[in-house]
């Protein structure tokens, strides 16, 4: 197979690790197939820019476990070393933020603990004890002297997580480590691809990148007769046993379930901008993502960072707090807080409006029938009051539906995926509406919030919410194919009282909307892009932070400020799409 346009180097190895065999239908099929071949690189090449700070959520966590496991460290010099640390924790090469210790600190204790007592679980039922192993398994086939139908010639397979043997090698464990609750389950291809190196690899030294493998196969003296795998989850200690496998039932599983996936990521064709840009060593070259130099007008600086993300939701948390920003958006912790009333409403009403405007042929609300407790989707718990005022908001939403009266040959994109890159700055821009659809040759956008509260009039709405400003922004910028002329942005404000709803209509091909909107982006991307040490920015938004167990300002800040109450301006607004990089609320 030829080289994707924008990379450069060698195809023939194929590197794959178990998380690739993971299903993920906003992955880029080019990204997939130039990420597996690690000898091909971007073209030109990127510069290294290191991170300003650790960002690997469990970087520090593994670099505690390899002290207290290979290097026979009593546990509570490992805690001390922690709770001690100001900068890098032990080799790590970029300092690790003061919360992402404390973090560390006590996913360490639950992890020790857990594994203690699964040992001693195993003893109990006459299993053999398991020993931590300072090299990883993979599994390697031979290089062949030929390329095959994929363009290889050979193949690699990797797992990550914490690795352990029986000393006679019949068992072999892996722990994974879930930053939140341990996952019930992963799904059929990614445990028969962990299964497979577990039960078919050998130790291997790790090697540097863009170096290539020995030409021979891995070989283990003793391959294990038992592979068993655990979810670990960092934020509460909990455990699930996720596979306990022979070789036997190991070969059938990876043959059913894993061996399509990983030859689908190895011969991929076509793009799919998204988040897969982040990483994607073709950027230079693909012709699918809109290029938007200058969209909020900044002024032309050398990246500090390596290439990344930005969403509005990603601009409002910083704006809140930096720290906030880092910690949950960008190392993905969570304390499991349980989620506030007008969240969960939030999002039962948004998964409903999800369900009617996916229907085809596309028809408004206002023709469908009229929403009762039953018509909340699945899977949404919501008490009695709570039902009944998400009901009554889906009811206010029938009269303002975009799709009433619409014409059979309109599109309709529910939460589709809007995607930008600003070359100057190295910045992938994501935006995920809540629908876009074509009406008489217009284009428009359509943001849906609900709220106990109605708009504060003492800020315009693209200062209130950021996402607005970004689809302006966007639609001026030419990223949807769309003349802003033609297009508008539209803000939907759910109440529950009748008639106390809100449409509100912005238009994109006005230079003073643009102008606001260039500046209310600015001054929020601008200082994240920037940031070099994520400080703590105290307020009312943290009581809802999923990250303020870690952060001593922010617990300090709680105690002295129990929650207000009465009306206040919009601040920290729910994400119902929170983890993808989209600008809703």
Known sequence: MQNPPGTTGHGWLVKVSSRIARPDPTACPTHLRTAVRPLLIADPPVPFRPAPLEDFGPGPLFAALDLWEHEGWPLGRVLEELRGTRGPFRGRGAPAHPALLAWTVKAFERYVSARDAEQHAAREAGLPATEPVRLGWSARTAKREAHDARGARQYEHTVWGRQYASVDGSVRDLWIPSLGRAKPDRVAAEKAAIAYVMAQGALTARRRRGTEPPESATYSYRLPDRVRVF??????GSVTPLLDWGQTETRERFAADAALAFREA?????????????????????????RTPGLWGAAPAAPTHSRRSVSAWDLRLHGECPAQYHLVRQLHLNDLTPENDGARRGRAVDAWLNERHEARPARGCRDLPVPDVSSIPTGFDLEAPLAGTAVRMMEEHRSLCPLNGIGPGEKVLVQHRVTAYVPELDIVVLAVPDLLHSYRGQWIWRETKTSARPLWEGRSLLRSYPQLALGVLLFAAGALDADPRRSWVEFELLR?????????????????NVAEAREVIAELAQPLLSDTSYEPRTGRHCHSCQARTWCMPGTAYVADHPPASGPRPPAADVDHSANHGSCRV
């Open 266 to 290: 190895a011969t991929g064709t076509g793009t799919q901008p998204g988040a897969s840009c982040v990483e994607c060593k073709a950027i230079s070259g693909c012709a699918s993502l809109r």
């Open 496 to 512: 529950e009282e009748r008639g106390a709803s809100r449409l509100e209509r912005i238009d994109p091909g006005r230079p003073e």
């Open 231 to 236: 979810d670990f989850g960092c934020a509460d």
